[in-house]
């Protein structure tokens, strides 16, 4: 049986890596998992037969023999506790690492995700600039939140683990934006996540179906 | 060992049960644990003692033996590994749970967060009044796509799971705006999920904390 997701036909970032099957292409990749690709063109996105693998009309998803995921933070969770590597053996570093995949999700990402609505839904609205430096001033207490818990270690707890993939995730939506310039600690740790063999192998499967 | 959560000294929604500690609260409830609680005055959140619990300086935290947790998702997920009643027993209807968990805080909770901050930190702004609709129609998107997933079971998948903790509490966040009032299916569903004796534990144990 072949673990198959699903990604944008063509991702609306044209291939720079921040939509969400990248997150999970690494998780697998960090497996040692081969997968399959089904690419969903964008119109196709909300028709039932897509709705019936993702409530929400989204990507990724995942399918292994009889189990359909959906939810980015689930399947590379999923992964995680089926192969070696992403998870530590130890039970409370086990818990810690999943409590910072939560909070790359819950409380890190969403006031990126204001960022990214008021770019895009609400661009042309009169009101958008004069909003922006509120959202990167919360977005930025957040970071300066993380980068102080991060201090000088390599990633957040111990070795490398999900928590790491999907924070490393998160904090690459920022980079175009120059945020990360004033948390160097931060943009390190973005460096490290992203210079690791796998997240490259995942970074260039996506790129390939975007400049295909 | 006790376990022992942190909460509010005082919760901003006066005893409403919006705050984060009754999910977890709850949970502990349907695991039948006993919990001891700390509260935290607001103005200790950003103090080295919480940080160090709580990186982003919020609540609630757990506190199990030498175990530390934050993140609420992490910390009902951590709960309903370790006792029956939260997550199914099949593998693959356990994955599809902790699915629904992420979904609630990853993809359903956002756009309601949005609306909490456009009323809370930018409600003095001369936008704001325009923009609540713009908000109020991404959440109703997402409430429409989960009630016709959710239809006429009475849970998201098979019996009730941590999922259903998780997402039934974000949506309770909507109940004072009226909004589920046009998806009486996710209304009925709240409803059900509020009937839970563990439920009306976790919510009563919160008020007491706010109205003594």
Same mark, same amino acid.
């Given at each position: 049986?072949?673990?198959?997701?699903? !990604?944008?036909?063509?991702?609306?970032?044209?291939?720079?890596?921040?939509?969400?099957?990248?997150?999970?292409?690494?998780?697998?990749?960090? !497996?040692?998992?081969?997968?399959?690709? *089904?690419?969903?063109?964008? %119109?196709?996105?909300?028709?039932?037969?897509?709705?019936?693998?993702?409530?929400?009309?989204?990507?990724?998803?995942?399918?292994?023999?009889?189990?359909? #995921?959906?939810? $980015?933070?689930? /399947?590379?969770?999923?992964?995680?506790?089926?192969?070696?590597?992403?998870?530590?053996? +130890? @039970?409370?570093? *086990?818990?810690?690492?999943?409590?910072?995949?939560?909070?790359?999700?819950?409380?890190?990402?969403?006031? /990126? #995700?204001?960022?990214?609505? !008021?770019?895009?839904? %609400?661009?042309?609205?009169?009101?958008? @600039?004069? *909003?922006?430096?509120?959202?990167?001033?919360?977005?930025?207490?957040?970071?300066?939140?993380?980068? *102080?818990?991060?201090? +000088?270690?390599?990633?957040?707890?111990?070795?490398?683990? @999900?928590?790491?993939? &999907? &924070?490393?995730?998160?904090?690459?939506? #920022?980079?175009?934006?120059?945020?990360?310039? @004033?948390?160097?600690?931060?943009?390190?740790?973005?460096?490290?996540? %992203?210079?690791?063999?796998?997240?490259?192998?995942?970074?260039?499967?996506?790129?390939?179906?975007? $400049?295909?």
């Amino acid at each position: 049986m072949t673990i198959t997701i699903t !990604a944008f036909d063509r991702s609306p970032d044209g291939g720079k890596g921040l939509a969400r099957d990248t997150r999970v292409r690494w998780a697998l990749e960090e !497996a040692g998992q081969a997968y399959d690709v *089904r690419l969903v063109p964008f %119109e196709a996105m909300k028709e039932p037969a897509h709705l019936a693998l993702h409530p929400f009309g989204q990507i990724p998803t995942y399918e292994d023999g009889d189990l359909r #995921l959906f939810e $980015t933070g689930a /399947i590379v969770l999923h992964i995680a506790e089926r192969h070696a590597g992403l998870l530590p053996e +130890d @039970a409370n570093a *086990r818990a810690r690492a999943i409590a910072w995949m939560f909070a790359a999700v819950s409380t890190v990402e969403p006031p /990126i #995700l204001e960022m990214v609505v !008021a770019r895009f839904l %609400e661009g042309d609205r009169p009101w958008t @600039a004069r *909003r922006k430096p509120l959202i990167a001033a919360r977005i930025d207490e957040r970071l300066g939140q993380l980068s *102080r818990r991060l201090g +000088d270690a390599d990633w957040l707890d111990g070795a490398f683990s @999900a928590g790491d993939l &999907m &924070m490393v995730s998160v904090l690459l939506r #920022l980079r175009m934006s120059g945020m990360l310039e @004033a948390h160097p600690i931060l943009g390190d740790y973005v460096a490290r996540g %992203e210079a690791r063999p796998a997240y490259r192998r995942a970074f260039d499967a996506q790129l390939a179906v975007n $400049t295909r």
